[in-house]
């Protein structure tokens, strides 16, 4: 049987206290084709709901959250390993272990998409392919790349986190989803944001909008799908295209929809591309 660790240098886990550490949702019939969801900063398993709902009668579907997140178990969060993606991917990993799946379509959001890459570089026999949708390998420009944001932009964002979540969740909710037309998706998402302990909101947000998985792409074996909203300022339109030419086997999907929150604003299209991909 395998084992997973909590924490750096903690005690080895069993699967089913992975399973709990990062509360695992398992749906449809075991032994069918898995197809694995993973949420973005700030948020959780429950974005991917209407989704993943729609995959139940033929695939067996994996819901979790990362560690911090979500239902997780709050006390399993060191700063030591979750400084980088690298320990997100770990846990993906030891979450699909424990789940016992393999050659998964890993469904992935925003910063899952490196997530994902990185962990299928490490255990590529898990998975089948990636769609991600509005990825992103680095969120600061850096000479002759756009990334979108300046490092003064993060740091302004980290300390408005510190200085009031709730204020700045009811600023960011509205930017990222850019749909003035679906009030109760920018609720949701502001309720996310602020309901996010502010402990990891503000360490999560700074591995996230620091993070550089640029000279990582070419080592990705998985293939990979990606779904590029317009209008994101999270991960702009170019983003797609800029990974398309370096993702060894990628394709790229340019969504005719606005936001950072495509799954959430119109899931009828993501199920359509997934099951496309």
């Known amino acids: ?15 089913g206290a992975v399973l709990q550490r ?31 709902e729609r995959f139940v009668k033929d695939h067996r579907v994996v819901l979790f959250d990362y560690v911090g997140s979500g239902a997780s178990d709050l006390s399993a969060y060191d700063e030591q390993r979750y400084d980088s993606y690298e320990g997100y991917a770990t846990d993906l990993i030891e979450v699909l272990d424990a ?36 990825p992103s390998p680095r969120y600061v420009d850096d000479t002759d790349y756009v990334g979108g944001f300046s490092r003064e932009d993060v740091l302004g964002l980290l ?19 850019a749909r003035a037309d679906l ?48 209008g994101d300022i999270i991960c702009p339109p170019h983003i797609g295209a800029y990974l398309q030419e370096r993702l060894p086997r990628a394709e790229l999907v340019e969504l005719k929809s606005a936001g950072h929150f495509v799954h959430l604003t119109e899931p009828d299209l993501i199920v359509q591309e997934i099951r496309a991909a």
């Open 159 to 177: 300390d408005s986190i510190e200085a009031n979540q709730p204020s700045w969740a009811a600023a960011l909710a509205p930017a990222v989803t």
């Open 22 to 52: 990062n509360a695992v949702t398992m749906l449809g019939p075991e032994g069918a084709p898995a197809i694995v969801f993973a949420h973005g900063y700030g948020t959780n398993q429950t974005t991917w709901r209407a989704v993943a």
């Open 99 to 134: 789940a016992g799946v393999t050659n998964v379509v890993l469904v992935a959001h925003s910063a899952s998409g490196m997530i994902g890459a990185l962990a299928s570089i490490r255990r590529p026999e898990l998975f089948s392919r990636i769609v991600m949708v509005c």
């Open 183 to 230: 009030p109760e998706v920018t609720d949701r998402v502001r309720d996310l944001f602020a309901a996010t302990p502010q402990r990891v909101a503000t360490h999560f947000a700074r591995v996230v909008f620091l993070s550089d998985v640029r000279k990582r792409l070419s080592e990705v074996p998985t293939p990979c799908v990606i779904l590029q909203s317009s």
């Open 1 to 15: 049987m395998a084992e997973y660790t909590q924490r750096s240098g903690g005690s080895p886990l069993t699967p």
